[in-house]
Antibody
């Protein structure tokens, strides 16, 4: 069965970087993409971007263009999202999701979420 | 940039009642890329409906999606206790994804 497992909670200071991992199993990783979505406390879902595990091509929401990197490691079926220059309003749960497996652009299989706290 | 507006913000209903959730796009969009998700407290979202009207695997047939152009609807024909949750619509197009702000379905 498909599983998507993310790395554990992080606490960072403002200005630091965070790198979240997302390991997929149960499907052919390189045929699809991985999307990243975040959710601030008590708020809705915010699409950050996605990366093709096949080509490495990534697309980002404009607000993250200058601060985010999304990569994949096909040797371990793992995706990574690095967010730099963290601010307090980056405090959120960060989700990854296997994308495009069931249908085009659908976020099909979600990880459990990685809480990231940005605080002095 | 496409903006998705969901209404109502909160829907207060009793088990067994019908729920009708709306998702309106700021301009006409392809229904092929309109998706609905369910999220329960403390949990990751779950795929419900894709391509506006196709149920994902394992989703009960009391859930249905419809719509085209700018207006899309998620209907839950008879609310079961486990259906009380937050529902988000989402669109992917022109290399960008966007979510609606969500509709909370709560027990009346």
């Amino acid at each position: 069965q498909v599983q998507v497992v993310q790395s554990g909670a992080e606490v960072k200071k403002p200005g630091a970087s965070v790198k979240v991992s997302c390991k997929a199993s149960g499907y052919t990783f390189t045929k699809y993409g991985i999307s990243w979505v975040r959710q601030a406390p008590g708020q809705g879902l915010e699409w950050m971007g996605w990366v093709s595990a096949y080509s490495g091509h990534a697309e980002f929401a404009q607000k993250f263009q200058d601060r985010v990197t999304m990569t994949t490691d096909t040797s371990t079926d793992t995706a990574y999202m690095e967010l730099r220059t963290l601010r307090s309003d980056d405090t959120a749960v960060y989700y990854c999701a296997g994308t495009g497996i069931i249908a085009a652009a659908t976020l099909d299989y979600w990880g459990q979420g990685t809480p990231v706290t940005v605080s002095t | 940039e496409i903006v998705l507006t969901q209404s109502p913000g909160t829907l207060s209903l009793s088990p067994g009642e019908r729920a009708t959730l709306s998702c309106r796009a700021s301009q006409s969009i392809s229904s092929s890329y309109l998706t609905w998700y369910q999220q329960k407290p403390g949990r990751a979202p779950r795929l419900l409906i894709y391509a506006a009207s196709s149920r994902a695997t394992g989703i009960p047939d009391r859930f249905s999606g419809s719509g085209s152009g700018t207006d899309f609807t998620l209907t839950i024909s008879r609310l079961a206790p486990e259906d009380f949750a937050v529902y988000f619509c989402q669109y992917y197009g022109s290399s960008l994804g966007t979510f609606g702000q969500g509709t909370k379905v709560e027990i009346k």
